[in-house]
């Protein structure tokens, strides 16, 4: 980033206050801290609930894709061991799933702040943000076909 400062610098000549510059880079800098220490802690304390088909398994995990806990009613304990496992990845399924999708959700909010909160950043050609409610598109991603995501399959 800095690299980038100084060939700003260096375009703008005499025109560019540099104490300026120095002061928007440090505050661009203290506000990505802050917007990246809100991220994760909302991303740790966000739940997200996954069900099996049959509603008999639920599975909870949190932004960070960990389980924080599963609750197997006494009607999928009945159905025997192998259809305890399926109801289980069912229900693991849908909650990664959820999960992965709220932490989009939460980057994209934490991109609007880091690039509404940063004049800087337009001065030095990194572009907008991502359309509000739309997650930047992962480098790559469009090469997937449609009906793959670009988080590995579980």
């Known amino acids: ?9 260096n375009k703008g000549g005499a025109n560019v206050d540099k104490g300026a510059m120095m002061k928007q880079a440090q505050d661009m800098q203290a506000t990505m801290a802050e ?3 809100k991220t994760k802690e909302k991303l740790q304390n966000t739940k997200y609930e996954g069900y099996s ?4 398994v639920r599975w ?8 924080v806990s599963v609750d197997i009613t006494q009607v999928a304990l009945d159905q025997g061991p192998e259809k305890l496992s399926e109801l289980l990845t069912e229900a693991s399924k849908d909650a990664f799933k959820e999960s992965i999708t709220g932490m989009r959700e939460n980057m994209a909010s934490f991109a609007q702040d880091l690039y509404g909160s940063n004049p800087l950043l337009s001065k030095l050609g990194m572009g907008g943000p991502p359309p509000a409610g739309k997650p930047p598109t992962p480098p790559g991603a469009s090469n997937l076909p449609k009906d793959q995501d670009d988080f590995p399959s579980m």
Not at 1 to 9: A, P, R, S, T
Request: proline share 0%.
């Open 35 to 37: 917007s990246v220490k």
């Open 53 to 56: 088909n049959d509603e008999s």
């Open 1 to 9: 980033m800095f690299d980038v400062l100084k060939e700003l610098q």
């Open 60 to 67: 909870i995990t949190n932004g960070n894709l960990e389980t």
